[in-house]
């Protein structure tokens, strides 16, 4: 059965995406001052050297107000700016961003990159991938090992994914909310609040998860007990980097719930990975809030129960 397609929500005032769909890893960064010196740089050239890499066509960063058009010469130089080399300090840029995409805001296509400074804190630096909803997931993992190869991770989740609009950040909530009803296999990532858990935690998993040595050493779990486990489902457990990629079946899925499409190999790797989940997250905007219902959502896979009326 072919996945069905969620169609993006639209602002009709503004004729403005407010959320959508799509292919998307998010990674949680390790070691950010590799990130800031060349890391980040390197994951640059992996998205645009994707198939879809020419149409991120907008860009903005933490020094802007608007996004802006991003030619050939553009970009070479938003690759050089990413590298903490062209400071006199070389140190990490605390809470700098970059963000290109193919739609302002609300990307199909997408590359976002926050670093952190970890003299100023111990959160995560966060790195988000993007394609197109009916996107092949074969590129999706390929970009997912070669991140993991590329530099230190706490984690990474990936597969389909809510990306929205931070100017209509509540609205966007109170949309998951209700597909999130139906659709078990769609993830979201609040990375901003994730970040500042993930160097100890879990933000989740999906159709891809890594999980490194140093997540799984924080909460004394035994990651290699992952390769011994017998799986009823088809999930694949590989070492990229310095930790372990799970793959919960050989494609991602909506989990859509009204097409009896219940993700089992999701739900398979979920209560392997439970114990390494945040024990409380911050609640997600919008219904989630007024339910007080993100942390049933994150173990929706675990025990939908709790989840799914």
């Known amino acids: 059965m072919s996945e069905p397609f969620i169609d993006t929500m639209i602002d009709a005032r503004e004729d403005a995406p407010v959320i959508r769909v799509a ?30 890499g020419g149409q991120l066509r907008y860009y903005t960063t933490s020094v802007m107000t608007q996004w802006q058009a991003a030619g050939p010469k553009t970009l070479q130089g938003l690759r050089q700016g990413l590298s903490s080399r062209i400071l006199v300090q070389e140190r990490p840029r605390h809470f700098m961003f970059f963000r290109l995409a193919d739609v302002p805001n609300c990307p199909s296509v997408g590359f976002s990159y926050t670093e952190i400074d970890p003299r100023r804190d111990a959160r995560s630096a966060v790195l988000e991938l993007t394609l197109p909803q009916a996107h ?81 050493g924080e909460r004394e779990f035994e990651l290699a007990a992952l390769q011994r486990v017998r799986w009823q489902e088809s999930v694949t457990v590989a070492p990229v980097g310095e930790g372990l990629l799970l793959r919960a079946g050989e494609r991602p899925t909506l989990g859509d719930l009204n097409r009896l499409s219940y993700p089992q190999a999701y739900a398979e790797v979920a209560r392997q990975l439970e114990p390494l989940f945040v024990e409380e997250p911050p609640e997600f905007w919008g219904q989630f809030t007024n339910t007080a219902r993100t942390g049933a959502w994150l173990r929706r896979l675990v025990g939908a129960r709790h989840w799914s009326a």
């Not at 998010?26 to 992996?46: M, N, S, V």
């Not at 990936?158 to 909530?173: D, E």
């Open 23 to 52: 292919l998307g890893l998010t990674a949680y960064l390790a070691e950010p001052e590799f990130w800031a010196r060349e890391g980040a740089q390197r994951a640059l050239d992996l998205m645009l050297q994707a198939s879809v």
């Open 136 to 216: 092949p997931p074969e590129e999706l993992l390929a970009l997912a090992i070669a991140l993991g190869k590329l530099g230190p991770l706490h984690s990474l989740v990936g597969g389909y994914v809510a990306r929205w609009n931070v100017l209509h950040q509540k609205t966007a909530f109170n949309q998951f909310y209700l597909w999130a009803q139906r659709y078990l296999g769609l993830d979201i990532q609040d990375a901003e609040e994730l970040a500042a858990y993930t160097p100890s935690a879990l933000p989740g998993s999906n159709w891809l998860t890594l999980v490194s040595a140093r997540v799984a």
